[in-house]
């Protein structure tokens, strides 16, 4: 599996997550948008990185007193300081928001050790304050109570469960108002590639719809005068830059 191009998070951070999720199911992946998420603020740059992944098992009370976290091997406290710079942190809490996956000051260590966000199909607490930092976050709902009441931090890096889609570690994370896209590592350039043409052509179809036109033979492109148009077009836009 090759690595993502560093352009391909560039090309990423300019196309909608709707775009992506058309681009993937052409190539039949049909569950990639992770459900019942979305971001703490809206209006904020595409989130775009790769997975880095932290699981979480119910807690048991025995294994889950608050003394856990002075353990400076804690998984959730050792996810924060190690999840690579430019990744996402993406947290499988089992869809269950009773409990915080996180809170702003783990939030805002990885923001301070730049990573490109973190996502959680649970909640976070301090979720005002995680909203105004300039770092992408994306989650259920608030939630006040310490993660130890609910989940037990098992295992880092290792393929998740992430509101019903599956995350492998390396995949990569696109987020916007919508919520999140998951992209399989191993396709994510050509993805890339497939949906800055794909924008061009949705920005043409918007600029011919205000003007009037029908969207037979548009959207889709299935009218060869169209298309025809559409080159055209393109050109032209591509002289004037």
């Not at 269950?96 to 959680?120: E, F, N, W």
Request: charged share 25%.
């Amino acid at each position: 599996m090759g690595a993502t191009l560093p352009t391909t998070k560039e090309k990423l951070r300019k196309v909608s997550t709707a775009t992506i999720a058309t681009c993937l199911f052409k190539r039949g992946l049909k569950n990639q948008f992770i459900q019942d998420v979305k971001p703490l603020k809206p209006n904020k740059p595409n989130m775009v990185g790769e997975a880095y992944t932290l699981r979480y098992i119910p807690a048991r009370e025995d294994l889950n007193p608050i003394e856990v976290f002075r353990d400076p091997n804690h998984l959730q406290r050792v996810a924060v300081e190690e999840c690579t710079k430019g990744a996402v942190l993406v947290i499988d809490s089992r869809k269950d928001a009773r409990a915080a996956s996180a809170g702003s000051i783990l939030a805002t260590r990885l923001m301070v050790r730049g990573v490109a966000g973190i996502v959680t199909d649970g909640g976070f607490r301090d979720s005002a304050e995680i909203a105004e930092l300039e770092f992408p976050s994306y989650h259920n709902r608030p939630s006040a109570p310490t993660n130890l009441t609910l989940h037990q931090a098992i295992a880092i890096n290792e393929p998740i469960g992430c509101g019903d889609v599956a995350v492998f570690p390396g995949d990569i994370l696109v987020g916007d108002d919508d919520g999140v896209m998951v992209i399989p590592a191993h396709i994510a350039d050509e993805v890339a590639d497939e949906c800055v043409q794909m924008t061009l052509y949705e920005d043409y179809v918007i600029q011919q719809v205000e003007n009037g036109h029908a969207v037979i033979g548009l959207y889709p492109l299935v009218d060869e005068n169209i298309k025809k148009a559409f080159e055209s077009w393109k050109k032209n836009k591509t002289t004037n830059r």
